[in-house]
C-alpha cells in the first residue's frame, strides 16, 4: 500500500489538528471551529425563543398603549362631566344656602311672634275669670229659656183646643 492508501484507509492516530501536517490548523484552530459551531446552534435556538418574545411583547405594547389611550380618553370624559355636575351642585348649594338663610329669618320672626302670643295669653288670663262667670250667666240664661219653652208648649195647648172648635165655625 502506498503511503496516500494508508492515509485514506488507516484510521489517523493524531487528532485533527495537532499540528503534524502542514494543512492542519493546529488544536488552536479546532477550538474555534467548535465555539463558532456552539456559538451558530445556540444563536439559533435563542433566535427561537427571542424572535417570537419580540414580536409578543411589541403587540403587548401596542395593546398597552391602546388601553392607556381609552383611558385617557375615559378619564377626560369623567373630568368634563365631573365638572358640568359640579358646576351644577355649586348652583344648586348657593339657592339652597340662600333658602336657608330666609328660613332662619322666618323662624327668628316666629319666635318673636310666639313670644308677642305669650303675653298676650298671660294678659287674657283675667279675662278668663270674667268668661267663666259668663258662662255660668249663659248657662242659667239656657235654663230660663228651656221652662220658657215649656210653659210656651203648655199655653199652646191650652189655646189650642178651644180655638180650634172656634175654627169649625170659621168659613175658612
Known amino acids: 500500500m502506498s503511503e496516500k492508501d494508508e492515509s485514506k484507509g488507516a484510521p489517523n492516530s493524531q487528532p485533527p489538528g495537532s499540528g503534524s501536517s502542514p494543512k492542519d490548523p493546529g488544536p488552536a484552530s479546532y477550538s474555534m471551529d467548535r465555539l463558532s459551531l456552539a456559538f451558530e446552534s445556540s444563536a439559533r435556538r435563542w433566535e427561537l425563543i427571542v424572535y417570537p418574545s419580540l414580536f409578543a411583547f411589541i403587540i403587548l405594547a401596542a395593546y398597552g398603549f391602546y388601553l392607556i389611550f381609552s383611558l385617557a380618553k375615559d378619564v377626560h370624559y369623567l373630568a368634563i362631566s365631573v365638572d358640568t355636575n359640579m358646576t351644577v351642585l355649586a348652583s344648586n348649594m348657593q339657592t339652597m344656602s340662600d333658602d336657608l338663610g330666609q328660613m332662619t329669618a322666618n323662624v327668628r320672626t ?24 259668663m258662662d255660668d250667666s249663659m248657662r242659667a240664661l239656657t235654663n230660663a229659656t228651656y221652662h220658657m219653652r215649656d210653659n210656651m208648649a203648655t199655653m199652646n195647648q191650652s189655646v189650642s183646643r178651644p180655638m180650634s172648635f172656634m175654627n169649625s165655625f170659621m168659613p175658612w
Request: aromatic share 0%; glycine share 0%.
Open 110 to 133: 316666629m319666635a318673636v311672634n310666639l313670644e308677642s302670643i305669650s303675653r298676650n295669653v298671660s294678659t287674657l288670663e283675667p279675662m278668663l275669670t270674667n268668661i267663666d262667670s
